[in-house]
């Protein structure tokens, strides 16, 4: 056997891998949603000039909606558009069916922006990165 170590995967490896992975978890738990039903999304806020000032990017998986980022532009900062922005996110997760929503945030970014909107503390990764720390979130959406 060989261990090989690679920055460039084939497309081939990385589906092989992810396909394995899939069928691991429905063997294990026959019920589980398989990963092809993931829903992918992003909110965007534009200006009347049609410019981009912020935006959310997210996926819904396994009843659970994964803010994986978001951005406010410097000049729209506390003007309200990302606490909207994160509210129709998580309009559009429970519309499809999710329940609960999932967010990591560092110690410089938004971890008092999310606790107003709902959002509880689920764990924190100290040194994460060195000198800071890393907050996991969640928050429960709706009763199934």
Not at 60 to 66: A, E, G, R, V
């Amino acid at each position: 056997m060989e261990i090989e170590l690679t920055t460039t995967p084939s497309a081939e490896d990385a589906r092989t891998i992810s396909q394995g992975l899939v069928d691991f978890n429905h063997e294990m738990v026959h019920d589980l949603d398989p990963e092809e039903t993931e829903i992918k999304f992003s909110v965007l806020a534009r200006d009347y000039d049609g410019e981009v000032t912020g935006g959310l990017r997210a996926t819904c998986f396994w009843n659970t909606l994964h803010i994986e980022l978001i951005w406010v532009s410097k000049e729209a900062r506390g003007s309200g558009i990302g606490s909207s922005m994160v509210k129709k996110a998580e309009l559009f997760a429970i519309k499809h069916g999710f329940e609960q929503a999932l967010l990591e945030t560092t110690s410089w970014q938004a971890r008092p922006f999310y606790e107003k909107l709902g959002y509880e503390l689920l764990a924190t990764l100290p040194e994460y990165p060195k000198g800071h720390a890393c907050h996991f979130l969640t928050k429960k959406l709706a009763e199934k």
